[in-house]
């Protein structure tokens, strides 16, 4: 089955605790993004890729970091996360880069609660 | 920059009422444009989209047509049911497709 997985679905933390949240997907897709959805402000990009060790950031990087050392796989990395990043996280991916047609399919989504 | 204003919610219909969700956005050249939907505790799931001006998207009774004079992409669907309550996103993405846009998502409820 096409899937974006997510782990862990649920987190809770202590600040300045380092944290991984895993993202992985099977359908080959070159582009792969993080997004952040909190109440009132809809979701908004963190970083995206559009291909292995290739990445950018987008609206809200401050305090994340990503890396793509392999193309099926995007990590998000909270070095010392903090409570304002308490927070549902969503990881997604699409096939194309460079072309805006292509759809964005989308994990289950992390919730983390950083305390 | 590109941005995605859509109607504030929540919006509450009884089955079978007609639904519109309003969605204007703001870009340069010619962005895509989408709506995606989001059941309780699940991730978004593509609805329907419209890749150039005058596209019509269509997908399980929801409808919304691309219209760049206006720079709108209004959701509707012409009898709603208790299963269509759900959290729905507009969202666009650029030409070069690095980053896409949501608005802040609109609540549905349908009763009974």
């Known amino acids: 089955e096409a899937q974006v997985t997510q782990n862990p679905r649920y987190l809770i933390t202590v600040t300045g605790k380092k944290l991984t949240v895993t993202c992985s997907q099977n359908m080959n897709h070159e582009y792969m993004s993080w997004y952040r959805q909190d109440p009132g402000l809809g979701l908004r990009q963190i970083y995206y890729s559009m291909n292995v060790e290739v990445t950018d950031k987008g609206d809200v990087p401050e305090g994340y970091k990503v890396s793509r050392k392999e193309k099926r796989n995007f990590p998000l990395i909270l070095e010392s996360p903090s409570p304002n990043q308490t927070s549902l996280y969503f990881c997604?991916?699409?096939?194309?880069?460079?072309?805006?047609?292509?759809?964005?399919?989308f994990g289950e989504g992390s919730r983390l609660t950083v305390l | 920059g590109d941005s995605v204003t859509q109607m504030e919610g929540p919006v509450t219909l009884s089955e079978e009422a007609f639904l519109t969700i309003n969605c204007t956005y703001t870009?340069?050249?010619?962005?895509?444009l989408f709506w995606y939907v989001q059941y309780p505790g699940e991730g978004l799931q593509l609805l329907l989209k419209?890749?150039?001006?005058?596209d019509k998207g269509s997908n399980k009774g929801f409808e919304a047509t691309y219209r760049k004079e206006t720079t709108s992409f209004h959701l509707e669907k012409g009898s709603v049911q208790v299963s269509d309550s759900a959290v729905y996103f507009c969202?666009?993405?650029?030409?070069?497709?690095?980053?896409?846009?949501f608005g802040t998502g609109t609540s549905l409820t349908v009763i009974p």
């Open positions: 997604a991916s699409r096939l194309v880069p460079g072309t805006g047609r292509g759809e964005l399919f």
């Open positions: 969202a666009l993405s650029d030409r070069i497709g690095n980053q896409f846009y």
């Open positions: 870009a340069t050249g010619y962005p895509s």
């Open positions: 419209a890749t150039k001006a005058d």
